[in-house]
């Protein structure tokens, strides 16, 4: 019982060599995750967010206001340096631009120190032509008028008419 099924012809050990280096050349090449398509951009039908995401970090939030204690006083003096407490997630860049906007004045550089209650402490150094002594006076309590910058941001993103539903007085919510 003979069968007559042909035998292969067995593949020649240099052939089996090269295709599995070109086998290994390609995962090599193509890495262990390989890349997704890139899908074009669509139109959506409406968009999936209803409104931006507001900016947390704006100017009247970085700074919260002007220190006045007699080291930053002196610093005022000797140094052009004015003294602020500031946002601890705002970075010098913003810190700068904050102080060029709300003061209207040029910043040299701005030294910042984390103090041990937590605050970040700006030391802002003023741009030569400028003197900090009449930059402190001319903006008078600056507390007040930053805390009523922070008033009016507050009325700004914050005002929202809410209707109060009445509560009807029962046993169970009597106060």
């Known amino acids: 019982m003979a069968s007559k099924a042909k035998k292969e012809a067995p593949v020649p050990f240099k052939a089996k060599a090269k295709a599995k280096a070109l086998k290994a050349k390609k995962a090599v090449l193509k890495g262990v995750h390989s890349h997704t398509q890139k899908k074009i951009p669509m139109q959506p039908k409406y968009p999936r967010k209803s409104t931006l995401r507001r900016n ?5 939030a970085i700074i919260k206001f002007r220190l006045t204690t007699e080291s930053a006083m ?9 003294v602020f407490i500031v946002d601890v997630k705002a970075n010098k860049h913003q810190i700068k631009q904050a102080v060029k906007k709300l003061y209207d ?19 802002v150094r003023l741009a030569p032509d400028y003197d900090a002594l009449d930059v402190a006076n001319k903006t008078g309590s600056s507390k007040m008028i930053i805390r009523k910058m ?12 809410i209707r109060m539903a009445r509560i009807k007085k029962t046993d169970s919510n009597k106060c």
Not at 109 to 122: C, H, M, S, W, Y
């Open 74 to 82: 002196k610093k005022i003096e000797d140094n052009n340096t004015l």
């Open 56 to 60: 947390k970090l704006d100017h009247y």
């Open 150 to 161: 922070q008033i009016i941001k507050i009325i700004r993103y914050y005002f929202i008419p």
């Open 105 to 123: 004045i040029d910043v040299a550089k701005v030294n910042t120190l984390i103090r041990p209650d937590g605050e970040k402490k700006a030391y």
